[in-house]
């Protein structure tokens, strides 16, 4: 059988580097991994690209999270769960409509 063949890139959060598990949307419509960005904003008054945020304005990205989480069952890679705290962390952000 053939090597697993590397995440693309846009799987992976712009701050970590590393694939995102649960990936959140900025209002300027950038994607990053919850804790990185929340953390990130913990001492930024704005998100990488200096776009104003707080974490109240941040909002799940379901459908980039459907989609890593099949790219990881095709190719057969796991996928580290959410820990208990980032699950929590998930159910008080709102869902913007």
């Known amino acids: 059988m053939g ?8 799987y992976l959060c712009p701050i970590t580097l590393e694939a995102m598990r649960d990936p959140v949307v900025t209002p300027d419509g950038h994607s990053y ?24 304005m941040l909002c799940p ?5 459907q989609e890593i989480q099949d790219w990881h069952s095709t190719h057969n890679t796991p ?13 008080l952000v709102p869902v913007k409509v």
């Not at 991994?33 to 109240?56: D, F, M, V, Y």
């Not at 959410?82 to 998930?90: F, G, K, P, V, Y």
Request: glycine share 2%; proline share 14%.
């Open 61 to 65: 990205n379901l459908q980039l999270r």
């Open 33 to 56: 991994e919850r804790s990185a960005i929340s953390e990130w904003l913990n001492t930024h008054p704005a998100t990488p690209l200096r776009t104003p945020c707080q974490k109240g």
């Open 79 to 91: 996928l580290e769960p959410l820990s208990e705290t980032e699950a929590e962390e998930e159910e």
């Open 3 to 10: 090597d697993t063949p590397p995440i693309p890139e846009k």
